[in-house]
């Protein structure tokens, strides 16, 4: 049997808004057609109305599932040297406690109308959620080895865990320039020139990693000392991390580079002419919650850049919630149409992990899942804004 649904507006995320418009959806929740009523389509009279705007479901392009038990634990507005030194003292928890928060917040995450993630993982526990899951994940297997003598122990742990989390998709990517040592880049540069592998990484979270690669000051040498690690091998660079770390990168991945709260115009220009297909994701609330302070978005939107949008981890975020991040968004950068942002929280993401042939947008044949967004004024968000699952 089929279903029409309604709103004040449906926003296919593809094309523009439709006012009045009609998603017509078989048992499957595929989407069979988009009427639109004001162009004299025809439309049945069992029609399910609702008041606010129809959007796809969400793409939440960077969390970190495994790290669901730290939620509250962690301070807040530390920056993000005290905050990787406060995750790395508390991430080891009971077995049964990270499993049952991750249970949680993966259904918190389908209630809020997310229905695929891109997820950090750095050991297997996620698996068994994620394979029970309605929402389609995407495992990214981090590497984390700063010191160059580790990296092929580090690569092939990464490579085994990859396969520990086969049948699901993953690919294997950097934790982040300051803690990714350059042979470590080398092995996965060499994996991802013969192998699918689509790359995430975060980026310049802190002034810290500029710092390093700058002058090798900063909070990093201080970290690494508490580590053991001798920074011996690492000399100043005097070039901003993500302008050293991008030829690195393989030019046969999509790369996905998470946070950027300080990549400055030149950083972005030089990312531009770089020839890596980038994708920006912006993650607002944790960059709040950590540094105090936001990405210079607007900068980003000269160029012809993807934009996705993520949560991060209940370590530096309150809910994993994509309207959440969409309304600080709106709060802060008030000149950003809510098309633009929508799309980035829906297709934009869908398109980066590969999925848009079924999600991230309403169009014939895909089942994107439907979220109502109440409480707009127009079409637009508001701080009321609230998210209902429909689909
Ligand atoms: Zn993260």
Redesign the pocket.
């Known amino acids: 049997m089929l279903r029409y649904l309604s709103a004040d507006y449906v926003f296919p995320a593809s094309s523009e808004p439709v006012k009045d418009g009609v998603v017509v959806l078989n048992e499957s929740g595929e989407v069979i057609d988009l009427l639109d009523p004001n162009q004299g389509l025809t439309t049945p009279g069992k029609i399910e109305y609702y008041q606010g705007i129809i959007v796809p479901g969400f793409v939440n392009s960077?969390c970190?599932l495994e790290l669901s038990h730290l939620h509250g634990k962690i301070p807040q507005g530390t920056g993000l040297v005290t905050f990787v030194k406060a995750v790395i003292s508390q991430r080891t928890a009971d077995e049964e406690e990270v499993l049952t928060a991750m249970k949680t917040n993966d259904q918190l995450m389908s209630d809020n109308g997310i229905v695929a993630v891109g997820d950090?993982s750095n050991n297997h526990f996620s698996k068994s959620v994620k394979e029970n899951s309605r929402i389609y994940y995407h495992t990214f297997v981090e590497l984390l080895g700063f010191d160059p003598e580790k990296a092929e122990t580090v690569f092939n742990k990464a490579l085994k865990l990859k396969f520990d989390f086969a049948p699901l998709p993953a690919s294997i990517v950097p934790h982040a320039p300051y803690s990714v040592s350059e042979k470590l880049f080398g092995l996965l540069r060499e994996y991802s020139e013969s192998h699918r592998n689509l790359c995430s990484m975060?980026n310049q979270e802190s002034r810290a990693e500029t710092d390093l690669f700058m002058n090798k000051s900063g909070g990093f040498p201080d970290f690494y000392k508490m580590l053991n690690l001798d920074l011996n091998f690492f000399k100043a660079r005097y070039q901003s991390s993500i302008q050293c770390i991008l030829p690195l990168f393989s030019a046969k991945q999509r790369t996905l580079l998470?946070h950027n709260t300080y990549t400055s115009p030149e950083d972005i220009g030089v990312a531009s002419a770089s020839g890596k297909e980038i994708t920006w994701c912006f993650c607002p609330n944790a960059n709040l919650y950590i540094e105090g302070r936001l990405p210079d978005i607007d900068k980003f939107l000269a160029y012809d850049f993807k934009i996705t949008v993520g949560t991060?981890?209940l370590a530096s975020n309150d809910k994993l919630c994509i309207l959440s991040e969409l309304k600080v968004l709106k709060e802060y950068f008030p000149e950003l149409p809510f098309s633009q942002t929508i799309r980035w929280a829906t297709l934009n993401g869908a398109e980066f992990l590969g999925i848009d042939k079924r999600f991230g947008s309403i169009e014939k044949g895909k089942t994107p899942g439907l979220n109502l967004i109440e409480n707009v004024g127009g079409l637009e968000l508001t701080a009321h804004s609230t998210i209902k699952k429909l689909i």
């Open positions: 960077h970190h950090i975060h998470v991060d981890s």
